[in-house]
């Protein structure tokens, strides 16, 4: 199963426990605010993770799909999406 990498920026600090729920996200904190690097499964997956934001009252700035490449093609090594 291809897995899909986003990229969400939000004002404010996740609070700790946030990642009991959501072991696969890791975070960023700066001054602008804090970025989560999540690897999910599916769109739904994606809708939990969002909604565990809204519900903790943190402001969505930005939600970005990064490339996952799902293998490396072993003649030209070079990966394949």
């Not at 946030?18 to 605010?33: I, R």
């Not at 804090?34 to 402001?59: C, I, M, S």
Request: hydrophobic letters at 40%; glycine letters at 6%; aromatic letters at 6%.
């Amino acid at each position: 199963m291809s897995r899909a990498a986003y990229q969400i920026r939000v004002s404010g600090a996740v609070p700790e426990r946030f990642f009991d729920d959501f072991s696969h996200v890791t975070v960023v904190v700066d001054p602008a605010g804090t970025t989560l690097r999540a690897d999910l499964t599916d769109q739904a997956e994606l809708n939990g993770l969002l909604a565990a934001l809204r519900r903790d009252g943190l402001v969505l700035l930005e939600v970005r799909r990064e490339q996952v490449f799902d293998s490396v093609d072993e003649a030209t090594g070079t990966e394949t999406p």
